[in-house]
């Protein structure tokens, strides 16, 4: 009885949770007639989906967009683990003088979030003429003091007799970093990348701000400028393109489901 | 051979940390410590972008945020949108990860679901709540006006722009919530259920309140520290649907301080915002380690 309950309840939140996923899928097959003529069924009696899905394709340079999104994610975790693993070794198993103001800006890093810096950014790329590349939407995330917070927590629980040992080997300190860290705190690291990847590929603030021009959009901002594009309500191709643009990190998750979750939720520090 | 091996080896590895360390701390100095003196110093200006005249306002700049009526309001919207958004989903996310937690059979199908929102593209996202919320042809209206309501004017009426918002961004953040309270719920000593009921919790909810509330509180407080720091950030359902309006009635804090600083180029006054933006968060974290450190741990 309990049971039953139980699951009349989950399944009722279960529904409300996917009835714009459904109405997504199910209007980007629609047309437009069809989506004005205020119907709540899910089947379209008219399939319109090559129309929309080729509107979204065609109306924005889509495929140049998704393949922006990758590189700009790629590049950014690339770079975020390259700059983060070896100072988060040094900040968790090495003496050095410097090592508490290093820490400290960590922590400080902590708190400022790329909205509160953007205008400086910004006035930055546009004097280094950054503005409009893909690079200006790399760069600024190719520090992430998370990352460096998130490792030194998991490296200093790696035993130093690993490390010791690693050294009377004779590898030296960056060697360490690679053949020894990097293999203890692939959870980490992994988790991270997911997390990176998500809230990158998500972001609109920076873009938004760094990119006019279509072909070098991200997907969040590719799809601004399709709404823009679009005149009137083309509710059929405009779910095409959410569709579209919504699939990739989706189909990763399904794939990924446990390394998903537990990306984002050791990382849910990061707010 | 040094004189002293102990002070040659500390050198070694000083050195070699600076190595590992550098271009951290390059990096740092460049992307994150500049620009801040960068902000904090245009803040207390009134300096736009393309005038090069620039003055000095001092603290002035801050108390002139005060009488600043957009400002003033994005605070109160942003603060309405945290109160709507944050209760909601911390209690719906702690509901439904006791519910998916208990119910061993879907627990996987579930959790998947509920956490489908948090992996999908929230401006793409916010696109499809437009139509659902469309006034004639969103399926919210229809099955509304099915159950003999009237349909709701949601994202174009003044009154009701940032509840339609605060139901996107609770739809968003429930799984997320839910996921961090069942990772909260798998770190509870079962014996401690076992102990409870043999000093007479016989019922679920006695159960719920002598073991699982007070074994989740610091899972709790970080649970509502992150919901509201990310409700406070709340940018891309507005940018995408309403760009404030209408009315100003949905100008969130991250807006504003995107309009004043990138569209009407006031660098100065947007700084300004921006400080009061990174204070409100330092303000909220200190706010969490004061409550956790207060709070009694169990664990």
């Known amino acids: 009885m309990t049971r039953l309950l139980r699951l009349l309840v989950l399944s009722l939140g279960a529904a409300v949770v996917l009835f714009p996923f459904l109405f997504m899928l199910s209007t980007s097959f629609k047309p437009q007639a069809e989506v004005f003529s205020a119907g709540l069924s899910l089947i379209p009696s008219h399939f319109a989906g090559w129309e929309n899905y080729a509107k979204a394709f065609t109306r924005i340079p889509m495929a140049r967009i998704l393949l922006n999104g990758v590189v700009v994610c790629l590049a950014i975790v690339g770079f975020q683990l390259v700059f983060a693993l070896p100072a988060a070794y040094a900040l968790a198993k090495l003496r050095f003088p410097g090592r508490d103001l290093l820490f400290g800006l960590v922590l400080l890093g902590l708190l400022v979030p790329i909205h509160a810096i953007s205008i400086p950014l910004y006035a930055a790329a546009r004097a280094l003429g950054l503005l409009n590349t893909l690079a200006v939407l790399i760069v600024p995330f190719t520090l992430s003091v998370f990352a460096i917070f998130l490792f030194r927590q998991f490296i200093k629980a790696i035993p130093d007799d690993l490390i010791l040992a690693a050294r009377s080997d004779g590898l030296s300190e960056a060697a360490i970093v690679w053949r020894i860290i990097l293999p203890n705190a692939w959870s980490a690291a992994s988790a991270f990348a997911i997390f990176s990847v998500v809230a990158h590929w998500n972001d609109l603030y920076w873009p938004l701000i760094a990119i006019s021009k279509t072909q070098l959009a991200t997907p969040p901002l590719g799809l601004l400028f399709f709404r823009a594009a679009e005149a009137g309500d083309d509710y059929g191709a405009l779910m095409a393109a959410t569709v579209i643009i919504t699939a990739p990190l989706i189909l990763f998750f399904l794939f990924a489901q446990r390394l998903f979750i537990e990306g984002m939720t050791m990382t849910g520090l990061k707010g | ?299």
């Open chain 2, 1 to 299: 051979m040094p004189a002293n091996p102990a002070a040659a080896a500390a050198r070694l590895e000083a050195r070699a940390a600076w190595w590992l360390t550098g271009p951290t701390a390059l990096l740092m100095l460049v992307l994150l410590v500049l620009p801040t003196l960068a902000v904090l110093a245009l803040s207390v200006t009134d300096a736009e972008l393309g005038v090069p005249a620039i003055n000095f306002l001092g603290f002035d700049a801050y108390t002139d945020l005060l009488t600043d009526r957009t400002f003033l309001g994005a605070l109160r919207n942003t603060a309405l949108y945290v109160a709507l958004v944050a209760p909601a989903s911390v209690l719906l996310g702690l509901g439904l990860a006791l519910l998916v937690e208990a119910e061993l059979g879907g627990r996987a199908f579930f959790r998947s679901v509920y956490f489908l929102p948090v992996v999908s593209l929230i401006v793409a996202m916010a696109s499809v709540w437009q139509y659902l919320m469309h006034p004639s042809i969103g399926p919210i209206n229809l099955v509304l006006r099915l159950l003999g309501a009237s349909g709701v004017n949601w994202l174009g009426s003044s009154d009701n722009v940032l509840f339609a918002l605060a139901v996107i961004g609770i739809w968003q953040a429930l799984g997320f919530n839910m996921v961090l309270f069942m990772a909260g719920l798998t770190t509870i000593d079962r014996t401690l259920y076992a102990a409870a009921e043999m000093d007479g919790a016989r019922s679920a909810w006695d159960r719920f309140r002598l073991v699982t509330w007070p074994m989740l509180g610091p899972t709790t407080v970080f649970v509502i520290t992150i919901s509201v720091i990310n409700a406070v950030k709340v940018f891309e359902t507005v940018a995408t649907l309403t760009q404030g309006g209408p009315a100003k009635a949905s100008e969130t804090l991250l807006w504003v301080i995107y309009q004043e600083g990138f569209v009407y180029l006031h660098v100065g006054t947007a700084s300004a915002m921006a400080v009061v933006f990174i204070a409100l968060l330092l303000f909220l974290l200190v706010l969490q380690t004061r409550v956790l450190d207060k709070q009694v741990h169990y664990g």
